[in-house]
């Protein structure tokens, strides 16, 4: 009994003390690394209830003035919805975007994060390069390196968020890149592109940079996809697809057309968030830069609305051409399939018109059947002519239902005497 019971309190302080030493370690962390940890089963049910997969796509969405990061993650249709919005503990600088190296500016602007920019052994918790500078930032001259999203709620020109969060969020990519997405898109916003926070800012000097993030905001949010970004001219342009050229940072922008369906879908947003500006603004203290902005939302106004009117015109062309082709086709399938059903009854009686033919022949056997328009009698060209074989060897000519002209009989006498 008291062996037992020494083995008993041996085996419970040996478990003491790997469970104190598996909490010096992190708890968890001890069996799972921090970028390979397990994402909450909460988190796991609400991908699911969503209509997600663990493996699907993601994009963040990143707001300075709400201080939130948005994961959007692809349903199994492909469009994405909102995940899940983190609290971001801390950004540097203030409302714009990251100019150069040392301004301690967090970065606004579109970028793509791959799988060789996480860093799961970061000295803040967890960590993934943005990517600043893009392809903007580099034709604007803008400098700077390392600008992160990461953990230890600290920063300096980056977006820091709590362990917690963190781990999530690296864990959501993970499972993403795992899933075979090459990059993930970052939209980083001073704040959400409402037609009201774009009044309110409409004299901060970054006013026209934000006008073009707007635009790509508005095609994620009309698309429901991530949309597809380009930079020429100096500038962002959104779902542009190039008739001919090629897209280049610093040149003029190629020939470049947006998909119909998008156009129109995006052109209606525009037309009510102009509406919608245009009436806040109004209400503001006029000066001559107010003034300015009302007369160019009103000359926008006007070519939205003649560029709708064009687009719903043009689809209005194209629809009438495919209605048109479908009914040619129809009438083109109805004419081939009577001309079809001609045929086959042709066939029909040619092969009863055999039948009976045969039918006819008195103890005889069809052996031959002779269409070729030859004159084989002198009187039945043309016709169908059935061969019969006779019981005694001999054979016969038979031309069924065909009435012959009745032989001319030949006088009595001599060849002589008819010629007298």
């Keep these: 009994m008291v062996h037992d019971l020494r083995k008993f309190a041996g085996h419970l302080l040996l478990f003491c003390l790997l469970f104190t030493l598996s909490a010096c370690q992190g708890g968890i962390d001890g069996i799972f690394p921090k970028a390979e940890k397990p994402l909450p089963s909460k988190l796991l049910r609400k991908i699911k209830d969503k209509g997600m997969a663990l493996s699907s796509p993601i994009v963040l969405r990143i707001y300075k003035t709400e201080n939130k990061l948005e994961v959007w993650k692809a349903k199994t249709n492909g469009r994405y919805a909102l995940l899940k919005d983190y609290e971001i503990c801390q950004w540097s600088g203030k409302l714009g975007p990251k100019?150069?190296?040392?301004?301690?500016?967090?970065?606004?602007g579109f970028y793509d994060v791959s799988p060789g920019q996480m860093n799961p052994n970061s000295s803040y918790h967890l960590s993934f390069n943005m990517g600043y500078p893009n392809r903007y930032d580099r034709s604007h001259g803008r400098t700077g390196k390392h600008l992160m999203v990461h953990g230890a709620c600290s920063s300096a020109g980056c977006y820091s968020m709590t362990d917690e969060y963190v781990e999530e969020i690296y864990g959501?990519?993970?499972?993403?890149?795992?899933?075979?997405?090459?990059?993930?898109?970052?939209?980083?916003?001073?704040?959400k592109m409402t037609p009201k926070n774009m009044a309110e800012h409409v004299n901060n000097p970054n006013f026209e940079f934000w006008k073009m993030l707007k635009q790509g905001s508005d095609h994620f949010e009309v698309a429901q996809r991530p949309p597809k970004v380009d930079v020429c001219?100096?500038?962002?342009?959104?779902?542009?697809?190039?008739?001919?050229?090629?897209?280049?940072?610093?040149?003029?922008?190629?020939?470049?057309?947006?998909?119909?369906?998008?156009?129109?879908?995006?052109?209606?947003?525009?037309?009510?968030?102009?509406?919608?500006?245009?009436?806040?603004?109004?209400?503001k203290a006029s000066s001559p830069f107010i003034e300015d902005t009302l007369r160019e939302a009103a000359k926008k106004q006007v070519s939205?609305?003649?560029?709708?009117?064009?687009?719903?015109?043009?689809?209005?062309?194209?629809?009438?051409?495919?209605?048109?082709?479908?009914?040619?086709?129809?009438?083109?399938?109805?004419?081939?399939?009577?001309?079809?059903?001609?045929?086959?009854?042709?066939?029909s009686e040619r092969i009863a018109l055999e039948k009976v033919s045969a039918s006819q022949a008195p103890n005889g056997q069809v052996i031959e059947n002779a269409n070729n328009g030859q004159n084989t009698s002198g009187q039945t060209s043309g016709q169908n002519i059935v061969v019969i074989q006779k019981p005694v060897g001999e054979t016969e000519l038979v031309t069924p239902s065909i009435q012959f002209a009745k032989p001319i009989k030949r006088p009595k006498g001599s060849l002589n005497s008819l010629l007298k």
């Design 99 to 108: 100019f150069k190296e040392g301004d301690r500016q967090a970065p606004e």
């Design 172 to 191: 959501l990519a993970r499972e993403a890149f795992k899933g075979g997405q090459r990059a993930m898109q970052v939209q980083a916003y001073p704040f």
């Design 233 to 283: 001219e100096k500038r962002y342009v959104f779902n542009q697809v190039a008739e001919e050229g090629k897209f280049r940072s610093n040149a003029k922008c190629p020939v470049m057309a947006t998909p119909t369906s998008l156009a129109l879908a995006y052109n209606k947003k525009q037309s009510v968030d102009q509406k919608a500006f245009v009436a806040l603004l109004s209400r």
């Design 304 to 347: 939205i609305e003649r560029l709708e009117k064009a687009r719903l015109k043009e689809q209005r062309a194209a629809l009438a051409v495919r209605q048109q082709n479908e009914l040619l086709s129809t009438r083109q399938i109805k004419a081939e399939n009577a001309a079809k059903i001609a045929a086959e009854k042709a066939e």
